[in-house]
Antibody, heavy 120, light 107 residues
């Protein structure tokens, strides 16, 4: 069965950096696009970034463009999110999610999330 | 950017009630509209894709309809396990946008 396991969350100071990972199993990782979606405490879902199945195209929300970088290693079945210049408003649970196809469409499987707290 | 307006933001209903949530897009999105359920402390779960298609394993009391800019999500007979927050979501070439969510409670 599809499994997505995020890791790398924690507490970081404003202006700091953090790299999240998402280990995928149970499907052919290299055939599907992948997303990062976040949820601030008590708030709704906010899409963060998407990467095409082969890594050739990447798309970002305006709120993170220029600060966050999505990447993938298909040989390791792992998705990453490099987060730089972190702000208090980046505090959230970060979910990785699998798309149904190689391109951007929708999220059919989600991980359990990892909490990122940006605070001094 | 395409904006999604979801209503109501919260809803209280009794077991057995028919529940309806609406989602309006700021421009025509054809049928590129999906619905998710999120229970407290859990990851979201896909229920309906492409406006009206039921995801495998999802109970038939859930349904969706609409196209263009106006969409509807319906629970035909509310069950206690349906207590959750529901989100609509659209996708275009470059991004995904979620609605603000509808928190569903039992009366």
């Amino acid at each position: 069965q599809v499994q997505l396991v995020e890791s790398g969350g924690g507490v970081v100071q404003p202006g700091g950096s953090l790299r999240l990972s998402c280990a995928a199993s149970g499907f052919t990782f290299s055939s599907y696009g992948m997303h990062w979606v976040r949820q601030a405490p008590g708030k709704g879902l906010e899409w963060v970034a998407f990467i095409r199945y082969d890594g050739s195209n990447k798309y970002y929300a305006d709120s993170v463009k220029g600060r966050f970088t999505i990447s993938r290693d298909n040989s390791k079945n792992t998705l990453y999110l490099q987060m730089n210049s972190l702000r208090a408003e980046d505090t959230a649970v970060y979910y990785c999610a699998k798309d149904t196809v190689g391109e951007l469409s929708l999220c059919d499987y989600w991980g359990q999330g990892t909490l990122v707290t940006v605070s001094s | 950017d395409i904006q999604m307006t979801q209503s109501p933001s919260s809803l209280s209903a009794s077991v057995g009630d028919r529940v309806t949530i609406t989602c309006q897009a700021s421009q025509d999105i054809s049928n590129y509209l999906n619905w998710y359920q999120q229970k407290p402390g859990k990851a979201p779960k896909l229920l309906i894709y492409d406006a009206s298609n039921l995801e495998t394993g999802v109970p038939s009391r859930f349904s969706g309809s609409g196209s263009g800019t106006d969409f509807t999500f319906t629970i035909s007979s509310l069950q206690p396990e349906d207590i959750a927050t529901y989100y609509c979501q659209q996708y275009d070439n470059l991004r995904i946008t979620f609605g603000q969510g509808t928190r569903l409670e039992i009366k």
